[in-house]
């Protein structure tokens, strides 16, 4: 068990990285697999939505 008093040890040394290793992120195919599922099922509920305020009977 601890009492409080213990002093940790923290290490500060940072990995410092060239500018020249740097490599842009590749975009994960997953991401944008959903970013085009959701882009159609917009549409989709666009285009019922439409449909259903063409079948809509205006005359109550």
Not at 46 to 54: F, I, M
Request: net charge negative; proline share 7%; hydrophobic share 35%.
């Amino acid at each position: 068990m601890s009492t409080g008093k213990e002093q940790l040890e923290v290490e500060e040394d940072f990995p410092v990285s060239d500018p020249e290793e740097i490599v842009e992120p590749v975009v994960e195919v997953a991401k944008t697999n959903l970013a085009k599922r959701r882009t159609i099922d917009a549409l989709l509920a666009e285009k019922r939505l439409k449909k259903e305020l063409e079948d809509y009977p205006y005359d109550l």
